[in-house]
């Protein structure tokens, strides 16, 4: 648990020494349960579960790749212009003065667009969703208890 323990200072300074070592070309090896700090810094991760090995390989290669949802921030909408989306989202959430709707296919973008820009509204970001690695460690321990 290399930062573990650590302040937001000395967190991000184990960070960029590990990040330095690996653009040298070095192999780093550590164990945490921080799983974003994994995610963030590794190529290549092994998941022990009960101690043994249930998934080893590069990040790219275990990850589900497919997209899981879409995340559309609109600015400018009121709360009933945004109920408008409803047939075509799994719903939506307020941020501030943004509005961030959850579309489950790509082909509802269009749709969400069209109806955002008719009600004025202006899309900040889009941002396509896909497994983190949190969610595959946790899938792959509920897997491997239920055996």
Known sequence: EPMS???PIGRKEVRDLISELKEQGKTVFFSSHIIPDVEMLC?????????QLQDIGHLNE?????????????RGLDESSVRSLEPF?????Q????????????EDLEKVFNTAI???GRIVSVSPVKETLEE????????????
Do not use: C, P
């Open 5 to 7: 323990g650590l302040d």
């Open 43 to 51: 190529d290549r991760v092994a998941i022990l579960v009960g101690g």
């Open 118 to 120: 008719n009600f004025k």
């Open 95 to 106: 941020t501030g003065d943004r509005f961030v709707v959850r579309i489950m296919n790509e």
């Open 136 to 147: 595959h460690f946790i899938r792959k321990s509920k897997k491997a208890r239920s055996v």
């Open 62 to 74: 275990i990850l589900e790749t497919q997209v899981k949802y879409i995340e559309v921030v609109i």
């Open 89 to 93: 989202s799994e719903g939506y959430f």
